[in-house]
């Protein structure tokens, strides 16, 4: 079993910036992914970017310039740097964390609202 603390996540004005941060404990093992999905009301939950254990990134196109996912793995913590911040990134932003081909897990999510 694996459990995600997320935190960061509020209220910003159009342009301004936010960290979310999740951290993972329990039965993580030393080869997974972390990342950030996030869900609009009404839309499905989508990519915005993920990291692996060996430092791999990968970014959905929206985001790609404006944030930057790291990791700090002796902590088994990943953080998505969001700047530039649009209208469009309102949405419930999910900790995820894969360990390939054995578990998938979710956090609880965080709203990150953006007003322009």
């Known amino acids: 079993q694996v459990h995600l603390r997320e935190s960061g996540g509020g209220l910003v004005q159009a342009g301004g910036s936010l960290r979310l941060s999740c951290a993972a404990s329990?039965?993580?093992?030393?080869?997974?992914?972390m990342g950030w999905y996030r869900q609009s009301p009404g839309q499905q939950r989508d990519l915005v970017a993920t990291i692996s254990s060996g430092g791999s990134t990968n970014y959905a196109d929206s985001v790609k310039g404006r944030f930057t996912i790291s990791r700090d793995s002796a902590k088994i913590t990943v953080y998505l740097q969001m700047t530039n911040l649009k209208p469009e990134d309102t949405a419930v932003y999910y900790c995820n964390f894969k360990r390939p081909l054995v578990a998938n897990y979710w956090g609880q999510g965080t709203q990150v609202t953006v007003s322009s």
């Open positions: 329990g039965s993580t093992g030393s080869l997974n992914v």
